[in-house]
């Protein structure tokens, strides 16, 4: 009982540390609006600098890295702001409407094809056609036309991630279940995740945890092992509702069954979970291997294929079975920049080939050139990722779901349709309700768009 | 009308010089973006605000039709009939008692008074995990399992005592300002009297403490009825009860930021725009019968 007295105190102490921090990078964030304020003002020029914006705090290091590499070449310094997640947007969105964009930003399969709509980016053809070292044809082909929009280039792909299952261990030593190999299905996630779940409820020990809101990382997965897509490819519609899609909801509600509930996994996290010792498996995403690579329990943490979905129950993995989502990032620049040459330059340098190799080398993120990421595995001394790069020989990429405004329905589902199922994993009906509803509502939201 | 003398005139440009800063910040900052809201909430607006089309009241229509703006604006005014009361009363409390010549008063204003300089992000987060069900301190103190922020029954509760705890040193404050205008003589004539202290502070320090305690009850009314950082902080959004906490600027930054629906936004603020000002209104009416203007 005092280990989690203990426990509870220190986890309130590290958010209200961590929050001091936060504040730090929004200071940040707001003094580097003013600065691209007097970029505007001063004409440009070589000595103005360029704001570069990004949400995701593992890259930052290794970002900072190569464009200051590009800043020694270029001469031009370069700021990168890190904003969280949902505040990137709202930042985003508002620089759109008020004519304030950071320079050079992520773009994200969420929102691109707004942003490229409305001539908010850069377009980038006859800088591409002037560029010998970026030809569009050696990316992944999912993520060039991602980004590109009436026969226009409006950003290049940045990197691509995949998933991998995430396990503990020690857990797994602790209560005698035999750890995760590349042969695993999703039933075998189920009868670990049952084992150590009935063996460590004195513990507080959960076997497997997913919220409503892993779906990339998570539960899409599944759906797509069984033959079903979130989004059909013309990004038209949903199969999600169909027999196959309810077979692929259906055999995670099973594993619902025996991880942690819906609302310790809201309240917590599942990341907090794992690295609190107290779940033993989760699937992530390539992009939080820094994460878990840096946090205190690491050496425990091991990272294998992510299990496929035994669809036609022959016990064997059949192509198409072991499906993992990809999703490519892309380096765009603002229409209104002030320094378009030096923010294509800073693009260019970031995705040629040898930024890619240099991006993986760092351990950054797998390139978004095929072939190249080897050097990603070996990113991490100590940690075997390989799981991420292997997915792509042993099974099959699908890209992230994304319509025009994917943010409406993909909250949307998360919230009003999966939750009931998520909180009830008891009963087959509310899954299958579920889904149905899920069609509901992309169907909807798309007839909006 | 009388012609102004040179020196008038005079009098009036400086007038005029000197709230034009002051104007001018609330046309650019207040009014502009009062009109161009109630604009927006007759569109169908565009991404980024570009290219909006007039639909008339179509959007009031859906906003007014949909269960969740009611259940909204219910979430708005349970969490109100919290903060309010029991952030008016605690702190006048705790405002008689610091306002005595004791020793350590100051240090007590200070404790009450720092929640109110925490950034409201930090506080909404170290709350967050003292209500954590399976590992939070509250729970494990008590030996008890409550959801204090999942479980839809409590979870607006839990919400309104963490409102009432940041707002307590604020009102603290302006209360006990109210109380050294009250002049000391009527305790004394009071005390001649042989009044207890407890018949003191309801005859003479609430009546005179009236305009103080309006001025507080309407803003936090006001205050109470905009919430949004505390449900947007400390309930993530897969959070079973957040239907029943969130409110209505919760649901107007869904709309207009998440979804980038601003036209939609800009309804659902101008129905909570119009609830504030019928509440005004009655506060203003009520006013007159309950105030004691010395």
Same mark, same amino acid.
């Given at each position: 009982m005092n280990t989690r007295k203990f426990l509870a105190l220190v986890m309130s102490l590290i958010m209200a540390a961590s929050l001091v921090a936060c504040g730090g990078g929004g200071g940040g964030t707001s003094g580097g609006g003013e600065s691209a304020d007097n970029n505007a003002g001063g004409g440009?020029? &070589? &000595? @103005?600098g360029l704001q570069v914006a990004i949400w995701d705090n593992n890259q930052l290091a290794g970002l900072k890295e190569i464009a200051d590499a590009w800043s020694a070449e270029s001469g031009v310094p370069v700021t990168i702001n890190v904003i969280t997640w949902d505040s990137y947007w709202t930042l985003l969105s508002s620089g759109a409407s008020g004519g304030t964009m950071p320079d050079v930003f992520w773009m994200h399969s969420n929102t691109a094809q707004m942003y490229m709509e409305n001539d908010l980016l850069l377009n980038l053809d006859e800088y591409i056609a002037n560029d010998d070292s970026i030809s569009l044809d050696n990316y992944y082909p999912g993520i060039v036309s991602l980004y590109s929009s009436n026969g226009s280039q409006y950003a290049l792909p940045k990197d691509h991630d995949t998933i991998a299952l995430l396990y503990n261990q020690a857990l797994f030593d602790k209560y005698g279940v035999e750890a995760p190999t590349d042969d695993w299905s999703w039933d075998n996630v189920y009868e670990a995740a049952k084992a150590i779940t009935e063996a460590g409820s004195a513990d507080n020990v959960y076997g497997f945890a997913m919220n409503t809101s892993n779906n990339q990382d998570g539960w899409y997965n599944f759906v797509y092992d069984y033959g079903a897509q979130v989004i059909t490819d013309d990004h038209? !519609? %949903? %199969?999600? !509702? &169909?027999d196959e899609g309810k077979a692929g909801m259906e055999m995670l509600r099973k594993i619902l069954t025996v991880s942690a509930p819906q609302p310790v996994v809201a309240e917590t996290g599942t990341d907090s979970l794992f690295m609190s010792n107290l779940c033993a498996m989760i699937t992530q995403g390539s992009w939080m291997i820094n994460a878990f690579y840096t946090a205190d329990g690491h050496d425990n943490y091991k990272w294998a294929l992510l299990p496929y979905g035994d669809a036609n129950g022959n016990g064997m993995c059949d192509p198409g079975e072991r499906q993992s989502s990809y999703n490519g990032l892309g380096w765009a620049a603002s229409a @209104? %920049? &002030? +320094?378009p040459d030096a923010a294509y330059s800073l693009i260019s340098y970031f995705c040629n080939e040898a930024g890619q190799v240099k991006q993986a080398e760092l351990g950054v993120t797998m390139a978004a050139i095929p072939g190249i990421s080897d050097a990603f595995s070996e990113a991490f001394p100590g940690m075997d990722v390989s799981a991420f790069n292997r997915i792509e020989e042993e099974g099959m990429l699908f890209f992230r779901p994304y319509t025009r405004n994917t943010t409406v329905w993909e909250d949307k589902i998360q919230q009003d349709a999966f939750l009931a199922a998520w909180l009830n994993p008891a009963d087959e009906a509310t899954m299958a309700m579920a889904c149905d509803n899920a069609q509901a509502i992309i169907d909807a939201a798309i007839a909006a768009e | 009308m009388k012609k102004m003398t040179a020196a008038e005139k005079n009098a009036a440009i400086w007038a005029w010089a000197f709230i034009t800063p002051t104007m001018l910040g609330l046309i650019v900052l207040n009014f502009y973006p009062i009109f161009d809201t109630v604009w927006q909430s007759l569109c169908k607006t565009g991404d980024f605000g570009r290219g909006n089309t007039f639909v008339g009241l179509a959007n009031y229509a859906t906003v007014l039709k949909q269960a969740e703006t009611w259940q909204s604006l219910w979430n708005t005014i349970k969490y109100a009939l919290i903060e309010v009361p029991f952030g008016v009363v605690i702190a006048l409390v705790l405002a008689v008692f610091l306002n005595k010549k004791l020793a350590g008063t100051s240090i007590y204003r200070t404790i009450f008074f720092l929640p109110m300089v925490c950034a409201p992000a930090a506080v909404a987060m170290v709350w967050r995990w003292l209500y +954590? #069900? #399976?590992?939070g301190l509250l729970n494990n103190i008590f030996h008890v399992k409550v959801g204090?922020? +999942?479980?839809p029954k409590i979870a607006w509760i839990s919400i309104g005592i963490i409102g009432v705890w940041s707002i307590i040193g604020y009102n603290m404050v302006l209360f006990i300002s109210g109380l050294q205008e009250i002049p000391h003589d009527y305790y004394e004539a009071a005390d001649i009297d042989g009044a207890t202290g407890i018949r003191q502070f309801f005859y003479i320090t609430i009546p005179l403490l009236s305009p103080t305690t309006f001025f507080i009850v309407q803003t936090r009314l006001i205050g109470a009825l905009t919430v949004f950082d505390l449900m947007f902080m400390v309930m993530d959004k897969t959070n079973q009860a957040l239907k029943q906490v969130q409110s209505v600027v919760y649901l107007f930054y869904q709309y207009a930021f998440t979804n980038g629906n601003r036209g939609y936004g800009a309804t659902l603020v101008m129905v909570l725009l119009v609830f504030i000002l019928v509440v005004t209104f009655i506060m203003q009416k009520a006013e007159k019968k309950l105030v004691f203007y010395n």
């Open positions: 440009g020029g &070589s &000595s @103005a038209k !519609g %949903t %199969t999600i !509702g &169909s @209104a %920049t &002030s +320094n | +954590n #069900q #399976q590992f204090w922020i +999942n479980d």
